[in-house]
């Protein structure tokens, strides 16, 4: 069934949307079984490239390698904020949903959210070969898809008007901006703490 959904996001958001809003919509279903398989991409590749691939920046032709040890740390972090931020963003979504629907307020926003975001956590795979420029390029990318698809997905699955979508979707895609801006800043203190990234020596 992820499989399905995924591809359809992908193949016929619209009718996709249809589908997911017409099943039941349970943390346990969407996060357990969805975001956890989902944002599990990213991580597992992020750290086969920091570990075996490596990182080359700018024209210094040196490969930086993390330990094993700090690339499991850093990867198991960032899997753990990945779904945790799935999570509280479909809180704030469901929060969010009471000034805008009328009738209908099933908790759908772990779902929207979980949806939303599988374009980011796919073209995690990327981080098998880290290089900066490309994976930035295909990062904006699954950006923009991202928020077509909440932009596409705000309406029907809220069953709401496209102005009232269009205005919803406008708060959710601030609520994100701001949990980024949090995540860089929990980032620095935890690499001011000492869990950064350790690498092998060249």
């Avoid at 490239?49 to 198991?76: F, K, N, P």
């Avoid at 099933?106 to 956590?121: E, I, Q, S």
């Avoid at 008007?161 to 708060?171: E, H, N, Q, R």
């Amino acid at each position: 069934m992820i499989l399905d959904h995924v591809w359809g996001i992908f193949t016929h958001p619209d009718d996709e949307w249809e589908t997911i809003r017409s099943e039941p919509n349970t943390i346990g279903r969407h996060y357990l079984t969805h975001a956890l398989i989902l944002a599990a991409i990213p991580a597992v590749c992020a750290y086969i490239g920091a570990t075996q691939v490596g990182w080359s920046i700018g024209s210094d032709d040196t490969v930086h390698r993390l330990t094993s040890e700090s690339a499991l740390m850093l990867c198991l972090l960032f899997y753990g904020a990945m779904i945790t931020g799935v999570v509280i963003l479909g809180k704030f979504i469901d929060f969010l949903s009471a000034t805008y629907q009328e009738d209908d307020h099933t908790p759908r926003g772990v779902a929207l959210a979980t949806y939303t975001t599988a374009p980011l956590f796919i073209c995690g795979i990327i981080a098998l070969y880290p290089v900066l420029w490309l994976d930035m390029i295909i990062g904006l990318i699954a950006v923009a898809y991202s928020v077509y698809l909440l932009y596409e997905g705000v309406p029907i699955l809220m069953s709401i008007p496209k102005d009232k979508g269009f205005i919803f979707a406008s708060a959710i895609v601030t609520v994100g901006l701001v949990m980024f801006v949090g995540l860089l800043a929990i980032t620095v203190i935890v690499w001011a703490v000492g869990v950064g990234p350790v690498y092998i020596p060249v």
